[in-house]
T-cell receptor, first 113, second 114 residues
């Protein structure tokens, strides 16, 4: 039972353009959502989060949008840079899974110079 | 400072060995986590300690034994592991707050079981 899904295994974007990474969830009890970036053989690095009481959160080049009715969130990176090339995981927590993050399968982002 | 440190970075062990992984944070966080990550997969939660007490054990085999000596330290004792236990082992920590907890991860220990 995959409660958090990232349906695009990979995404390729030109430097300077927008990268949009998508994530869907099924558990309506989730109330906190996070995006992590991961380089090979390193731990995930926290990027940005959003609470279910908001629909948008912005931090520099990164913006996360949450559509609760659609159970969908997205991460926008503008402008994309080659250093953004990594695996991006969305994660969710809340309800009975307090203290537990449920991760999506990840999306490999490649930003071409 | 959002740093979680883990030692060692790499570990090779035989199936009869006993070894320990260590994790440390000095952010005042009171929840600490062990995750296991296989290649091309998301992290899988193993254990959660909250205020130095084990609060979640995700049905992990007894050959993995966690320990939280104090609020800054988390250990994972390994004994009689199998080759399929080879993975990246990640430690994380969080405040915790009322549920909106951001977990900060360490760099991981790359474990190879021969």
């Amino acid at each position: 039972d995959q409660q958090v899904k990232q349906n695009s295994p990979s995404l390729s974007v030109q430097e300077g353009r927008i990268s949009i990474l998508n994530c869907d969830y099924t558990n309506s009890m989730f109330d906190y959502f996070l995006w992590y970036k991961k380089y090979p053989a390193e731990g995930p690095t926290f990027l940005i989060s959003i609470s279910s009481i908001k629909d948008k959160n912005e931090d520099g080049r990164f913006t996360v949008f949450l559509n609760k009715s659609a159970k969908h969130l997205s991460l926008h990176i503008v402008p994309s840079q080659p250093g953004d090339s990594a695996v991006y995981f969305c994660a969710a927590s809340g309800g009975t899974s307090y203290g537990k993050l449920t991760f999506g399968q990840g999306t490999i982002l490649t930003v071409h110079p | 400072d959002t740093e979680v440190t883990q030692t060692p970075k790499h570990l090779v062990m035989g199936m009869t060995n006993k070894k320990s992984l260590k994790c440390e944070q000095h952010m005042g966080h009171r929840a600490m986590y062990w995750y296991k990550q296989k290649a091309k997969k998301p992290p899988e939660l193993m254990f959660v300690y909250s205020y130095e007490k084990l609060s979640i054990n995700e049905s992990v085999p007894s050959r993995f034994s966690p320990e939280c000596p104090n609020s800054s330290l988390l250990n994972l004792h390994l004994h009689a592991l199998q080759p399929e236990d080879s993975a990246l082992y990640l430690c994380a920590s969080s405040l915790p707050t009322s549920g909106e907890e951001t977990q900060y991860f360490g760099p991981g220990t790359r474990l190879l079981v021969l």
